[in-house]
């Protein structure tokens, strides 16, 4: 078997993505926010075998060898489904804890309809700069935001959209944030350097952000912000579960222990586990007994909390959570992932990179391809770390042709492929985003000012010549000479 088949030709190469798109634009039309229960899941997996089938019976490639590829795609996903089962079980068990309920209660009573987005898109900022991780923030603060948003009279879309915003700010910018850490090791630049170089892009980007959900938040009249209804929620809280401050205690935490550098899944699992607790020693009219505690945080960490209490509004924020409500995801994730590997395997998704890095004629074009690059790859590998490094290294020699410091090269990696994810609704970023809000990906999509800003201001100030940091001198000759 040839492990390095001939490159296919273009034409070719975009046949399973244009069937991809035209399945998924059918999809959405006909189930609408439902597509993603299903259907896309499964027009991913026939763009997979029609790409499977091209690389077997066109390219002449070895049906084992795909299939190998394609594993081994699905393997680079299962950390990601793993912590979308565990912040499954861990939403469920904050709920059944009142620790969900506490934020909600606590969110309701302090903040104001007319700075409730930005300071949504402040506070998980915050909190993924101080732990580096995105996910963690949405499926922990992010949550609860949605919550307080619905009973301040805002529609979730809006509000996913401030914390997914502020959520990818500090993922981008957290130098501990994976990749924040994996684009200067791709690109081969200091962990530093690349966050300074950043900054160029990055904070107009999210200054412009701010100015945006602040005049929203001062502009917008389509909600209907109800004092008697807030206080409402409120006092439905208040009697369902016994809410103290100190339950505010569990996501500090967890947000400690990521901090402290503790890696996602373990930490996660803490949540969990203080979830749980708390609902034992601080919602105990939940339970007949002893076993019966232990039944029920089992049953509710597996298929979710399912609240009773007469205000719909209420019940339909916290009945949630729970491992069984993630499957919708994580089956997007694996056919998303197989979609990738086959793509990877047939050359298919090499060859549209390569036509890609064709168009760049300059320092700047070279920057916006990159970008440009980024992007297509997490709509057609749908994983971010896949669009992080398979543009890396496709344009490192590129950059060095160019005689450009790589700081650019893993600022555009970034700009491009770390922000971008969660807009996909087959990657997996924006599955998991749409799985733990409870808004689907093309609802939220287009309020995300952050993710859409970020490869704007980039490709803008590229065409422009701005902030492209040249290579200071070259190369010392006996580096030269070693690297013949």
Same mark, same amino acid.
């Given at each position: 078997?040839? *492990?390095?088949?001939?490159?296919?030709?273009?034409?070719?190469?975009? /046949?399973?993505?244009?069937?991809? @798109?035209?399945? @998924?634009?059918?999809? $959405?039309? +006909?189930?609408?926010?439902?597509?993603?229960?299903?259907?896309?899941?499964?027009?991913?997996?026939?763009?997979?075998?029609?790409?499977?089938?091209? &690389?077997?019976?066109?390219?002449?490639?070895?049906?084992?060898?795909?299939?190998?590829?394609?594993?081994?795609?699905?393997?680079? %996903?299962?950390?990601?489904?793993?912590?979308?089962?565990?912040?499954?079980?861990?939403?469920?068990?904050?709920?059944?804890?009142?620790?969900?309920?506490?934020?909600?209660?606590?969110?309701?009573? /302090?903040?104001?309809?007319?700075?409730?987005?930005?300071?949504? =898109?402040?506070?998980?900022?915050?909190?993924?700069?101080?732990?580096?991780?995105?996910?963690?923030?949405?499926?922990?603060?992010?949550?609860?935001?949605?919550?307080?948003?619905?009973?301040?009279?805002?529609?979730?879309?809006?509000? !996913?959209?401030?914390?997914?915003?502020?959520?990818?700010?500090?993922?981008?910018?957290?130098?501990?944030?994976?990749?924040?850490?994996?684009?200067?090791?791709?690109?081969?630049?200091?962990?530093?350097?690349?966050?300074?170089?950043?900054?160029?892009?990055?904070?107009?980007?999210?200054?412009?952000?701010?100015?945006?959900?602040?005049?929203?938040?001062?502009?917008? *009249?389509?909600?209907?912000?109800?004092?008697?209804? !807030?206080?409402?929620?409120?006092?439905?809280?208040?009697?369902?579960?016994?809410?103290?401050?100190?339950?505010?205690?569990?996501?500090? %935490?967890?947000? +400690?222990?990521?901090? =402290?550098?503790?890696?996602?899944?373990?930490? /996660?699992?803490?949540?969990?586990?203080?979830?749980? &607790?708390? !609902?034992?020693? +601080?919602?105990?009219?939940?339970? %007949?007994?002893?076993?019966?505690?232990?039944?029920?945080?089992?049953?509710?960490?597996?298929?979710?909390?399912?609240?009773?209490?007469?205000?719909?509004? $209420?019940?339909?924020?916290?009945?949630?959570?729970?491992?069984?409500?993630?499957?919708?995801?994580?089956?997007?994730?694996?056919?998303?992932?197989?979609?990738?590997?086959?793509?990877?395997?047939?050359?298919?998704?090499?060859?549209?990179?390569? %036509?890609?890095?064709?168009?760049?004629?300059?320092?700047?074009?070279?920057?916006?391809?990159?970008?440009?690059? =980024?992007?297509?790859?997490?709509?057609?590998?749908?994983?971010?770390?896949?669009?992080?490094?398979?543009?890396?290294?496709?344009? *490192?020699?590129?950059?060095?042709?160019?005689?450009?410091?790589?700081?650019?090269?893993?600022?555009?990696?970034?700009?491009?492929?770390?922000?971008?994810?969660?807009?996909?609704?087959?990657?997996?970023?924006?599955?998991?985003?749409?799985?733990?809000?409870? $808004?689907?990906?093309?609802?939220?999509?287009?309020?995300?000012?952050?993710?859409?800003?970020?490869?704007?201001?980039?490709?803008?100030?590229?065409?422009?010549?701005?902030?492209?940091?040249?290579?200071?001198?070259?190369?010392?000759?006996?580096?030269?000479?070693?690297?013949?």
């Amino acid at each position: 078997m040839d *492990r390095h088949p001939k490159i296919p030709p273009l034409w070719l190469s975009l /046949l399973p993505g244009a069937l991809l @798109l035209a399945l @998924l634009i059918v999809n $959405v039309a +006909l189930f609408r926010d439902s597509a993603s229960a299903g259907p896309n899941q499964l027009a991913i997996l026939l763009s997979a075998m029609f790409a499977g089938a091209l &690389g077997r019976f066109v390219l002449k490639l070895n049906y084992r060898e795909l299939e190998r590829h394609a594993v081994k795609s699905i393997v680079l %996903a299962m950390e990601a489904i793993l912590i979308l089962l565990i912040v499954g079980a861990l939403i469920g068990t904050w709920i059944m804890g009142g620790v969900v309920p506490a934020m909600v209660y606590y969110g309701i009573k /302090l903040l104001n309809p007319t700075v409730f987005l930005l300071v949504a =898109c402040l506070v998980c900022s915050v909190v993924s700069l101080a732990i580096g991780s995105s996910w963690s923030t949405m499926g922990t603060v992010g949550v609860a935001l949605i919550g307080i948003g619905k009973a301040l009279g805002f529609p979730d879309p809006l509000v !996913a959209g401030a914390v997914i915003s502020g959520a990818y700010f500090g993922d981008k910018m957290s130098p501990l944030s994976d990749t924040t850490n994996l684009a200067p090791a791709v690109a081969g630049t200091e962990l530093f350097t690349h966050i300074r170089h950043m900054f160029y892009t990055t904070i107009p980007a999210y200054t412009l952000t701010l100015i945006a959900f602040a005049s929203i938040g001062l502009l917008y *009249r389509g909600g209907e912000f109800d004092p008697e209804m !807030a206080r409402g929620i409120v006092e439905t809280i208040g009697a369902q579960f016994n809410i103290q401050w100190y339950l505010l205690l569990v996501p500090a %935490a967890v947000i +400690l222990l990521v901090a =402290c550098r503790v890696p996602a899944i373990p930490a /996660l699992v803490t949540g969990t586990v203080l979830g749980g &607790g708390a !609902a034992v020693l +601080l919602q105990p009219h939940q339970f %007949a007994g002893g076993i019966e505690a232990y039944k029920a945080i089992l049953n509710t960490a597996y298929s979710g909390y399912a609240l009773d209490s007469g205000n719909a509004m $209420v019940d339909a924020l916290l009945s949630r959570g729970g491992m069984v409500n993630m499957v919708d995801t994580i089956t997007l994730i694996l056919m998303a992932m197989l979609f990738g590997g086959v793509m990877e395997a047939t050359g298919m998704l090499p060859r549209i990179a390569q %036509a890609i890095l064709h168009l760049a004629r300059g320092a700047g074009s070279l920057i916006a391809t990159t970008i440009g690059s =980024c992007i297509l790859f997490n709509l057609t590998a749908s994983e971010q770390y896949l669009a992080i490094v398979m543009p890396g290294r496709m344009f *490192r020699g590129a950059y060095e042709a160019y005689r450009l410091d790589p700081r650019n090269l893993s600022r555009a990696l970034e700009d491009g492929g770390t922000v971008t994810s969660v807009l996909v609704p087959w990657n997996t970023c924006g599955a998991f985003a749409s799985g733990v809000l409870g $808004v689907s990906t093309l609802s939220y999509a287009p309020f995300c000012v952050f993710n859409w800003l970020c490869p704007i201001v980039a490709i803008s100030m590229a065409a422009m010549g701005l902030a492209i940091k040249p290579l200071a001198q070259e190369p010392p000759q006996h580096e030269a000479t070693a690297a013949q």
